[in-house]
């Protein structure tokens, strides 16, 4: 494991120059969700192939922005499922942007995921690492530093609601609008790893990104964004649940699934089960 968080290092201080300097545009290019790429998407998911392509312990990868799983070495330990920049149209705004990484083992599911680490690039760059517990790590003079561990409150004060309220079901939108009457303050960028990062380091709140009338599945994917913030919001002391379960025992029938989402304290959590088990 820790060969794969230091090639995530390595990859993460090349992404970092190439976020500075790279080209903002659009490629001529789509992923398999049919989101056109732009080229720092297919950039930084060059970087991290060619990382762990060194690595003997990785058995396989699979990327957001790539259709298939790509094998690598048949006695390796590790599957590894990865965003390489998600949220990357808000680098030409100068908004943070992150990777996410999923380390599985056996199958990429998530009832097999054993760790994840995400990288926040924002005025700082920081590295969360969730395995037993949930460690935070800055970018300082070229090297990651332990800075602190995570643990989320019980109850926190933001929220974060994703997606297009036109298309939220109606208890939904109730409560969003309702049961954070409470002092919540609005915190969503649209970048999920700097609005989850955001709720993990300030105490606590609640993500969510629910299924809508367009896309009853959510939008956000499975084994590349779900199960890793899934696993940290959970080792935080948190949770994590699609509605009515825990993320962590949803099945996955194809490498790109999404699942409607809420990550949260869990006291916030406790209230998103209440409210979704009276509306089906
Ligand atoms: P991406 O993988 O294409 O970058 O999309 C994922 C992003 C998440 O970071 C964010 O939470 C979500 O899309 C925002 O979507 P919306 O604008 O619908 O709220
Ligand atoms: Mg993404």
Redesign the pocket.
């Known amino acids: 494991m820790q060969e794969i968080i230091k090639a995530i290092e390595e990859a993460s201080i090349e992404i970092k120059e190439l976020i500075e300097t790279g080209d903002t545009g659009k490629s001529d290019q789509e992923n398999s969700t049919g989101?056109t790429q732009l080229k720092l998407d297919i950039a930084s998911d060059i970087i991290i192939e060619r990382i762990f392509k060194q690595l003997p312990t990785v058995k396989a990868i699979v990327s957001?922005e790539q259709e298939d799983i790509i094998n690598l070495n048949e006695n390796g330990e590790y599957l590894i499922a990865y965003?390489p920049l998600?949220?990357?149209?808000l680098v030409d705004v100068n908004l943070s942007v992150g990777s996410i990484y999923g380390i599985y083992k056996n199958e990429f599911n998530a009832k097999n995921i054993v760790a994840s680490v995400y990288v926040v690039f924002g005025p700082r760059v920081e590295m969360v690492v969730a395995i037993d517990d949930v460690k935070m790590y800055r970018l300082k003079h070229g090297k990651f530093e332990f800075i602190q561990n995570i643990v989320l409150k019980q109850k926190g004060n933001l929220k974060a609601p994703?997606?297009?309220q036109s298309a939220w079901a109606p208890h939904h939108k109730q409560m969003v609008d309702d049961i954070f009457n409470d002092g919540y303050r609005l915190r969503y960028s649209?970048?999920?790893?700097p609005?989850l990062h955001q709720i993990l380091l300030k105490g606590g709140g609640l993500f969510s990104?629910p299924g809508t009338t367009d896309k009853p599945k959510g939008?956000?994917r499975q084994l590349f964004e779900v199960f890793p913030f899934a696993l940290a919001y959970e080792k935080a002391g948190g949770g994590a649940i699609d509605g009515h379960k825990r993320l962590l025992e949803v099945e996955t029938t194809h490498i790109h699934d999404t699942s409607p989402c809420f990550f949260g304290s869990n006291e916030e959590i406790k209230r998103v089960l209440e409210v979704y088990k009276a509306h089906g």
């Open positions: 989101d957001e965003d998600d949220g990357s149209s994703g997606s297009t649209g970048g999920m790893v609005d990104y939008k956000l």
